[in-house]
């Protein structure tokens, strides 16, 4: 990337919605820069863009090189981008940091990420977006069509492949996804959810998924009494909690393994025994 051909096609021939210049000639607030990212993030992520700019040290309306002497070093420029990173979604910060010299003043390009896919980009909490020259809240309708980018992804190569949605996609994404009910189980191991499986041909995918996750829990629990020679049902209880489904309320849960138990006792694969308010399994004969 040519930095200075870049800054002058910004300049010069830019368009509103993926450049911000301010003077900043000395100082900027440090939650305006904040919103800016977020605002800057998310209207990228909505025109298709892999990145934006936020360009300090030149004057918005005559593109007139003023300078700045904000942050003036690479070491407080490097900590900046870590201090931001503490307040955005998912840890997102500037991709880099520009120093430049124009017409001898400095002149910082802050290069902002695009959103990504599925997930606005917040500050704080809060979500921002550009309305002319101004800072606004990120209307619904932007909110939700970067959310609604998700069923774009191809869930079911997802689970023809083998592959694991844990490996396509951030953590942050995942718990938005887990709250939409889009997908099941936890990392590494999950799958989409059963309303997804069925408008998009899984149906048999799915079951087999669901099963899966039965058979890990009856194996594990298995090994772990070959390992141990006996467990009390709470350490039953914590060993197979998190990995039973997570669209199952505790209770739902509780039922998931009182029936396992009983159904590795009546094969005869377990038995119990009670110690005074306890109960103890161990392997069967």
Not at 173 to 182: D, F, G, H, N, W
Request: net charge positive; proline share 2%.
């Amino acid at each position: 990337m040519d930095i200075y051909e870049t800054f002058r096609n910004l300049r010069y021939h830019h368009e509103d919605e993926v450049v911000e210049f301010k003077r900043a000639e000395n100082n900027f607030d440090f939650d305006d820069l904040g919103k800016y990212f977020s605002a800057l993030s998310n209207e990228a992520n909505l025109r298709d863009k892999d990145f934006t700019w936020l360009v300090f040290g030149v004057e918005n309306k005559t593109r007139e090189i003023v300078g700045t002497t904000y942050k003036n070093s690479m070491t407080s420029l490097q900590k900046l981008k870590h201090d931001l990173a503490q307040h955005t979604t998912d840890r997102n910060t500037f991709r880099d940091i520009f120093e430049l010299k124009v017409e001898g003043k400095r002149v910082l390009m802050f290069q902002v990420p695009a959103a990504p896919r599925g997930i606005p980009m917040g500050w704080k909490g809060h979500f921002y977006a550009r309305r002319g020259e101004s800072l606004a809240a990120l209307d619904m309708s932007k909110y939700e069509e970067i959310r609604r980018q998700t069923s774009d992804f191809d869930w079911s190569k997802q689970i023809v492949d083998g592959a694991t949605i844990a490996d396509s996609i951030s953590d942050e994404a995942i718990k938005m996804l887990r709250k939409e009910k889009l997908i099941e189980g936890r990392k590494p191991h999950m799958y989409v959810s059963k309303q997804i499986a069925q408008v998009t041909d899984q149906k048999v995918a799915y079951s087999k998924h669901k099963g899966l996750a039965e058979k890990k829990c009856e194996a594990l629990l298995v090994d772990s009494l070959k390992d141990h020679g006996d467990l009390t049902k709470q350490e039953i209880v914590c060993l197979l909690w998190d990995v039973l489904p997570d669209q199952l309320d505790d209770k739902q849960k509780m039922n998931k393994i009182e029936y396992l138990l009983k159904r590795l006792k009546m094969r005869g694969d377990i038995k119990n025994e009670t110690s005074g308010k306890t109960s103890i399994y161990s392997l069967g004969k």
